[in-house]
């Protein structure tokens, strides 16, 4: 994480309860859940500041 300036928190999961809730199949994963616990939006893979940034704007308009 250092060798790539990586600041944000990163989060293990060693019992692999997240793998199997949400159905996590690779890295990177990000799944962005509401304070009530919805699963909003879960991606697999990379994507660009621009995309995720567009995501945020998409989800914040509903």
């Known amino acids: 994480l250092a060798k790539h300036q990586i600041t944000y928190p990163v989060v293990r999961d060693q019992l692999n309860i997240t793998q199997e ?4 199949i690779g890295t990177p994963t990000s799944v962005l859940i509401d304070s009530e616990g919805r699963v909003l939006e879960l991606h697999q893979g990379m994507r660009k500041p621009s995309e995720l940034e567009a995501t945020f704007a998409r989800l914040a308009a509903r």
């Open 21 to 24: 809730r949400y159905q996590v």
